[in-house]
């Protein structure tokens, strides 16, 4: 079976997704040829009235321990950084990215996972109160220990990876090689607040697009890529934001590729996403096992070249 492009979004599996429904998903997700799951520490620290995050690892944790021998034909990615550490309101009070904080959150991840290692270990938000150098050195460390294959960077700006790869490059250390951000086909005005994003830096642009594109070493993974259903569904309508000439043109330009296609418009961003130069790898949260099947399907699909122009001119 193919390698599926798609990253397994599990952010609400034991909370809003009960653990029954989160193993039916993941079950679903590998029979279907899917191997990447996206998790993080901090998940979902504001759904559980704990106010701290663990479960969505502890599930997966739980449902790996059920499967034996399927741990070394997926590919695990969890976040450190913004879990709440205690007293005083989020995100003042997240963990951060001292070398002390990354590497007690990996050990507290890999006994929640039930794992000895991370595939893909992100730095989640940004925290300008840690250097730069300690960072880099606490997640080489990690790395060369064998505990984490690769490292990314999920909501920093571009300058700061830079910088951080060019301290790693200079020590002989691994550096970031991924970035996880916002991206979407229909984009919100410039400078529009947009409620559900916390991130400041956490969007796609083009000078994201051209920073991947021009290193071979680094990969792209999209989060909000079916903006929590507004492609497809009538009740979950996109927020003020997005309101602007150009979505009118682009979802016009959408609906008439789905329609040539013969698919869903969910369908058609996720095959625009991957198909794309840079190809781009989108996390998907799902709820059921239809939403899992359009998604697994999606990435699939290849546009023609003719079919990526008007996708992409449409302005």
Known sequence: ???????????????????????????????EGGTMID???????????????????????????????LRDKLYISTKVGAEPGG?????????????????????????RLGTDRVDLYWTHMEDRSAQLEDTAGALAE??????????????????????????????GWEGYTALQLRHSYVKPRPDAPVPDQNHRFG?????????????P?????????????????????????????GTTRRLAVLAEVAAEL??????????????????VTPIVGVSDAGQLSEAVTGVAFTLSSEQRRRLDETA
């Open 203 to 215: 969007w796609v642009g083009e000078e994201v697009l051209d920073y991947v594109a021009s290193d």
């Open 262 to 279: 013969g698919i869903t418009r969910n369908q058609v961003v996720l095959a625009w996403l991957t198909g794309g130069s840079p190809s």
């Open 142 to 171: 990690l790395v060369e220990a064998g505990l984490v294959g690769r490292l990314g960077a999920s909501n920093h700006p571009v300058w700061r990876v830079e910088r951080a790869r060019r301290i790693a490059e200079s020590n």
């Open 39 to 69: 998790t993080a520490n901090c998940y979902s620290f504001w759904a559980d009235p704990s106010g701290f995050g663990g479960q969505s690892e502890e599930v997966i944790g739980r449902w790996l321990a059920r499967r034996p021998g």
């Open 1 to 31: 079976m193919a390698q599926v492009n798609l990253a397994l979004g599990a952010m609400y599996f034991g909370t809003r997704l009960d653990e029954r429904t989160s193993f039916d998903l993941l079950d679903r997700f590998v029979a």
């Open 217 to 245: 070493r680094m990969a792209l993974w999209a989060y909000t890529a079916l903006l929590n259903g507004a492609y497809v569904r009538e009740d979950r309508p996109l927020i003020e934001a997005y309101d602007h000439p």
């Open 87 to 111: 007293d005083g309101e989020w995100p003042a009070n997240r963990e951060g990215l001292s070398g002390p904080a990354i590497k007690a959150a990996l050990e507290g991840s890999m006994r």
